[in-house]
């Protein structure tokens, strides 16, 4: 594989990584009442950007977060693993260009907000929820919901199987320690993130369905799934494990950039 897009690639995983580990250090901190926030990836953008250096911190940041979008898309469209055409290899491809789209979209408002030209896509003008009223706005949440559900029983079964771990040159980690650790943060990393996606899941079915209720046509997505967890019964505990969860899954991708297999 060209030398060019392994770089692509790991400049991604990185800049994905430390999107994460922020998001689960800022929800640990925010658990215990030590500062932080309850954030999702917007607000860690945000929250980068008020520090020392944030502006270029964050331009930094951006510019990975397209990188990962571009490796996300070369992987969908080009296909330079193998990954193949067949039905369970098209829902995989169609995913990655999801997932390019969410993170170049991610990476370019990081930059623009930058450079001040970012507040347009911040203030959630009435024209966005217009179009989430109605019989069309139920039918939008509800393939967003089945959508994320999906994504998150995924997660589960990559956890539950070990799959993740075919990514890694694993053989060539002479350390057996490291061989571990590897796998201890991926599959705390993957619960982790599948809960947090699963919830999410349930507030688009919920609104969609009109379950309990639920006539919302508001967009919730992390920062409301973390604050859903700490409503609950040993909540700031349960939100602990979470944000941790969410700093190895960071971490997982630190350790993707280090020792990934990449085939073809």
Known sequence: MNDNLKKTAYAGYIAKGIVYALTGILALLAAFNMGGQKAGKLQVIDYLENQIFGKWLVIVLGLGLICYGIWRFIESIRDPEGIGTDMKAIVKRVSFFI????????????????????????????????????TSGKYIFIVIGLALAGKGIYQFIK???????????????????????????????????????????????????????NTSNEMKGTAAAFSFIQEQAY?????????????????????MAAFRRFDG
């Open 159 to 213: 956890a539950y199987k070990g799959d993740f771990l075919k990514k890694f040159q694993i053989q060539s980690i002479s350390v057996m320690a490291k061989r571990r650790y590897i796998k201890r943060i991926g599959y705390a990393g993957l619960i982790s993130r599948g809960i947090v996606t699963s919830i999410i899941a349930y507030f688009f079915l919920t609104a969609g369905f009109n379950l309990g209720g």
């Open 99 to 134: 997932s390019g789209c969410i993170y170049s979209g991610l990476g370019i408002f990081s930059v623009l907000d930058v450079l001040g030209q970012g507040s347009f896509l911040k203030g959630g003008g009435g024209s966005g929820n217009s179009v989430l009223a109605g």
């Open 235 to 255: 909540g700031k505990w349960l939100l602990g494990l979470v944000a941790a969860g969410l700093v190895c899954y960071g971490i997982y991708m630190f350790t």
